[in-house]
T-cell receptor
Framework: DAGVIQSPRHEVTEMGQEVTLRCKPISGHDYLFWYRQTMMRGLELLIYFNNNVPIDDSGMPEDRFSAKMPNASFSTLKIQPSEPRDSAVYFC?????????????FGPGTRLTVL | AQKVTQAQTEISVVEKEDVTLDCVYETRDTTYYLFWYKQPPSGELVFLIRRNSFDEQNEISGRYSWNFQKSTSSFNFTITASQVVDSAVYFCALNTGFQKLVFGTGTRLLVSP
């Protein structure tokens, strides 16, 4: 079975540019999570969806960040405009049912570098 | 508030040595779930194990074993006869059922030949 798919795997952009990260969750999973990993802050949850609806976006750092899930098999995380401090690895994860008992399976991540 | 502490920042061992990675958690909830993830040098996060708060049985999977002790709020991970391929960052995480995984800061394990 295919795991969580993320694209691109690497993204290098210049400050001020728009960046869009993409995620395809595991088929049948109804929860989708976006995380960010940095040396300073470790792994932190940005936002999560249930059945395509955003449930908690309290981890989204600024209005420059936005996330959508137009259907059960696709989500995007957009940064506009990007800044050097957004450089990080962004992970997408999905789970079934989403409760604490349910394991979140992570994608390979997108390494974002903003120059 | 939920918190996970992995006090060991980095551990270096020689192949075939046994190594234990410590994890201490804090929560006021009586129902919670603990996880271990592995992050190899390639960067992905790989799920290893899940434990719920009502199951204190230790678990063994090949060279891996986990020791869950509610009395000390610990969920330690032991690798027996370590191998070079075990070199990675290992994360302990806590979920109290509100869909938020709280991660520890990770322990980097270096296994040299």
């Amino acid at each position: 079975d295919a795991g969580v798919i993320q694209s691109p795997r690497h993204e290098v952009t210049e400050m001020g540019q728009e960046v869009t990260l993409r995620c395809k969750p595991i088929s049948g999973h109804d929860y989708l999570f976006w995380y960010r990993q940095t040396m300073m802050r470790g792994l932190e949850l940005l936002i999560y969806f249930n059945n395509n609806v955003p449930i908690d976006d309290s981890g989204m750092p600024e209005d420059r960040f936005s996330a959508k899930m137009p259907n059960a098999s696709f989500s995007t995380l957009k940064i506009q405009p990007s800044e050097p401090r957004d450089s990080a690895v962004y992970f997408c994860a999905s789970s079934f049912l989403g409760g604490g008992a349910d394991t979140q399976y992570f994608g390979p991540g997108t390494r974002l570098t903003v120059l | 508030a939920q918190k996970v502490t992995q006090a060991q920042t980095e551990i270096s061992v020689v192949e075939k040595e046994d190594v234990t990675l410590d994890c201490v958690y804090e929560t006021r909830d009586t129902t919670y779930y603990l996880f271990w993830y592995k992050q190899p040098p390639s960067g992905e996060l790989v799920f290893l194990i899940r434990r719920n708060s009502f199951d204190e049985q230790n678990e063994i999977s090949g060279r891996y074993s986990w020791n869950f002790q509610k009395s000390t709020s610990s969920f330690n991970f032991t690798i027996t006869a370590s191998q070079v391929v075990d070199s990675a960052v290992y994360f302990c995480a806590l979920n109290t059922g509100f869909q938020k995984l709280v991660f520890g800061t990770g322990t980097r394990l270096l296994v040299s030949p």
